[in-house]
């Protein structure tokens, strides 16, 4: 079965550079999840979409922005990097109508010199 | 806001041995989830748990939930080393995204 494709799968930047991570649902999911984990810690909810809309906004710095496209992809924006955004970026799909849980995408990891 | 609390957060179990990993949350939810986690992987979706008194089994995991008391447990049955993971409560807020607590790291040592 498919599943959440996440690209890059390593991505390495200097500091005050921009990165863009891309994310692509399970087919037939309607909400996209994007979190932030860093080392030895829990994941960190930064940003959903649900059909295309914003539905909610968690921790997400002024810094990043993201967008979900009409064909349900969706891509997390970065720009002036910072050592501490360097971390495991997930993200996870689900079909929010029929209540399924997320599925999570293998990560991208993010390493900010 | 939503909170999510796990305990404990680091567990070594000898295998054979059984242990509950506890997940309390701050609001009102119907969905919870627990997820497992292997170092530096994705999380892995164990269960999903939508209603009151809802418990799950799979193999020597078993997971229930309390709506009432905002608590959900996942007991673990005669650990074996396999089971060596981060495991992640997660828990459904009302805008449709889930908060996770800050995860158990069980070692489980033969």
């Known amino acids: 079965a498919a599943g959440v494709i996440q690209s890059p799968r390593h991505l390495i930047k200097e500091k005050r550079e921009t990165a863009t991570l891309k994310c692509y649902p399970i087919p037939r999911h309607d909400t996209v999840y994007w979190y932030q984990q860093g080392p030895g810690q829990d994941p960190q909810f930064l940003i959903s979409f649900y059909e295309k809309m914003q539905s909610d906004k968690g921790s997400i710095p002024d810094r990043f922005s993201a967008q979900q496209f009409s064909d349900y992809h969706s891509e997390l924006n970065m720009s002036s990097l910072e050592l501490g955004d360097s971390a495991l970026y997930f993200c996870?799909?689900?079909?929010?109508?029929?209540?399924?849980?997320?599925?999570f995408g293998q990560g991208t990891r993010l390493t900010v010199v | 806001e939503l909170k999510v609390e796990q305990n404990p957060l680091f567990l070594s179990m000898q295998e054979g041995k059984n242990y509950t990993i506890y997940c309390n949350y701050s609001?009102?939810?119907?969905?919870l989830y627990w997820y497992r986690q292997d170092p530096g992987k994705s999380l892995e979706s164990l269960f999903v748990?939508?209603?009151?008194?809802a418990v799950k089994q799979e193999g020597r995991l078993m997971a229930s939930l309390d709506t009432k008391a905002r608590l959900s447990t996942l007991h673990i049955t005669a650990a074996v080393h396999d089971l060596s993971a981060t495991y992640f409560c997660?828990?459904?807020?009302?805008?449709?995204?889930?908060?996770f607590g800050a995860g158990t790291r069980l070692t489980v040592k033969p």
């Open positions: 609001t009102t939810s119907d969905r």
């Open positions: 996870a799909s689900s079909l929010a109508r029929l209540n399924t849980e997320a599925f």
């Open positions: 997660a828990v459904e807020s009302n805008n449709n995204d889930m908060r």
């Open positions: 748990l939508l209603s009151n008194g």
